[in-house]
């Protein structure tokens, strides 16, 4: 089955880094967009940074200068490196990806997340 699994989420103090690793896997064609979302305790799900299958990327006001989202296309791979983290950083990160299925299919899909706590 196509999956998402993301990983590197951790405890942190703030000013801190942590890099944000979602690997997919299974029969896939190719990907096209791929995006990070996060929770925070009592909010919504809100998008985080994107980008294309070209390589263009996109960021929420609040992590420019200091999130960076890449991917690696032969490994399915898309990372999220998080710099000058902040308490309100703290939340539950998730990966997103439109993916062409080797049958033809397209799919969106959600990874389950990964926890990232920012100790102030």
């Known amino acids: 089955q196509v999956q998402l699994v993301e990983s590197g989420g951790g405890l942190v103090q703030a000013g801190g880094s942590l890099r944000l690793s979602c690997a997919s896997s299974?029969?896939?064609?190719?990907?096209?967009?791929m995006g990070w979302y996060r929770q925070a305790p009592g909010k919504e799900r809100e998008f985080v940074a994107g980008?294309?299958?070209?390589?263009?990327?996109v960021y929420v006001d609040f992590v420019k200068g200091r999130f960076t989202i890449s991917r690696d296309n032969a490994k399915n791979t898309v990372y999220l490196q998080m710099n000058s983290l902040k308490p309100e950083d703290t939340a539950v990160y998730y990966c997103?990806?439109?993916?062409?299925?080797?049958?033809?299919?397209?799919?969106?899909?959600w990874g389950k997340g990964t926890l990232v706590t920012v100790s102030s």
């Open positions: 997103n990806a439109d993916i062409i299925r080797e049958n033809g299919g397209g799919m969106n899909l």
């Open positions: 299974g029969s896939i064609f190719s990907i096209n967009d």
């Open positions: 980008i294309s299958s070209g390589g263009s990327t």
